[in-house]
């Protein structure tokens, strides 16, 4: 898999680390920050206070990735399927195959199709709803996946935070959406900062010319340390809250497509109800008629037997 660009991480997460990556990111957007942390207090009563920082610096995705991440774990021939047309497609163009490249162009059609319609299916299958935004950001992940090997890699591992996007040239940036290690498994990061990265970790203090730290530097490190950490865990609730709030988006939209669904079936039903009121009043204007009609008649025989 790719590497992605910023610091190093950790060469070798814990196997608890991997198992928790595994599991968060197959879980639903609103249940993932309650079992974020069951998982990381459980690394901490075992004793690895390691593992557990690891597992509280793991993202959130929002609800388009979930989607992918289901989608390959559901369908991983649907998935397997556009990872491989990728590449035959990438070799054609690295072969400047014009030929092959637009024979595949139905192919591609049908592959970026499956897959938004994987994942659809996917989502239904969890009895939620993907919306069109959603749909449309699964659709530009698989469109990512044809152009970029690094992004496909990334999907390939079921362990998006966020989707992608290829502008047509260039690689696909990768940045904040997953971070490789050296077992293959894949943690967030931050660009620049790097969640779960070395310069979360390491001493930041400096040493002086005889190799003794200066106790006032070090200070100003720690201090600085300690900013950057609140600074990072300000930027990670300000992305759960843009996360919930996308997904409040993707809720507060189908509730208002199905109310105007259930607004037109009103009306429908309204105007049904008013013709039959019309008609109803019209039957009730005759019947008095009718009736009148009939007073008049009784009253002119009476006359004439008396």
């Avoid at 950790?10 to 991997?18: D, N, T």
């Avoid at 969640?195 to 010319?209: F, K, L």
Wanted: net charge negative; aromatic share 2%; glycine share 8%.
């Amino acid at each position: 898999m790719t590497a992605m660009s910023g610091p190093d991480l950790e060469a070798a997460p814990a196997p608890v680390v991997v198992s928790a990556a595994r599991q968060l990111y197959d879980c639903a957007p609103d249940l993932f920050i309650a079992r974020r942390k069951e998982l990381a207090s459980e690394a901490k009563a075992n004793g690895d206070k390691d593992a557990a920082a690891q597992i509280g610096r793991l993202r959130k995705p929002d609800v388009a990735a979930w989607a992918i991440n289901r989608t390959v774990r559901s369908s991983p021939e649907v998935a397997a399927d556009l990872v491989g047309l990728g590449a035959r497609m990438r070799a054609a163009q690295a072969a400047l195959d014009v030929d092959s490249l637009q024979q595949m162009r139905t192919e591609r059609d049908a592959a970026v199709t499956a897959f938004v319609g994987a994942a659809v299916d996917a989502v239904a299958a969890e009895g939620r709803r993907l919306g069109a935004a959603g749909q449309e950001a699964v659709r530009a992940t698989a469109i990512a996946v044809l152009a970029d090997a690094g992004a496909s890699d990334a999907v390939a591992s079921a362990l998006l935070t966020k989707p992608l996007s290829y502008s047509g040239f260039g690689e696909v940036d990768l940045s904040d959406a997953v971070a490789v290690t050296g077992s293959g498994v894949v943690l967030t990061a931050l660009s620049g900062g790097g969640e779960g990265g070395q310069a979360a970790t390491s001493d930041p203090s400096e040493v002086s010319g005889t190799g003794r730290k200066s106790d006032d530097t070090t200070r100003e490190a720690k201090a600085e340390a300690a900013r950057l950490e609140r600074a990072r865990e300000a930027v990670r609730e300000a992305e759960e809250e843009e996360a919930r709030a996308r997904e409040q988006v993707e809720t507060t939209g189908a509730a208002l497509e199905d109310a105007e669904e259930e607004l037109a079936e009103a009306r429908r039903r309204y105007d049904l109800a008013l013709r039959a009121a019309e008609a109803a009043r019209a039957a009730d204007a005759d019947a008095r008629a009718a009736v009148s009609s009939a007073v008049r008649s009784r009253r002119k025989a009476e006359a004439r037997l008396r």
